[in-house]
């Protein structure tokens, strides 16, 4: 509830999808800027993961470490907003 928190008051909009295999291609098609999702599984981000890197998005755990299949977090954004999401998550932590 912290992270969110802390984007909802940063930021224009926080939506749920519900979806995060949707939020990653939302993200690599531009119709959302960034996707935080906490505690997920590699099956439901694996293909999105690929779809966001090939867009150019960066696609990181939560720790800023490059998202693997070990990873239990993912972070989804558009480069130019990047550093500032991490900078926002840092401080919510």
Partial sequence: MGITAALAAE????RMFG???LDLVWV???STDGCVSLSNKTWDT???VVIARESG???VDLDGSPH???SHSTIAVSRPLEAG???L???SM
């Fill in 11 to 14: 930021i224009e909009r926080v």
């Fill in 19 to 21: 979806s995060a295999a």
């Fill in 28 to 30: 690599a098609d531009g």
């Fill in 46 to 48: 694996a293909a999105g």
């Fill in 57 to 59: 998005a960066a696609v």
């Fill in 68 to 70: 693997n299949l070990d």
């Fill in 85 to 87: 999401l991490r900078a």
């Fill in 89 to 91: 998550l840092g401080r």
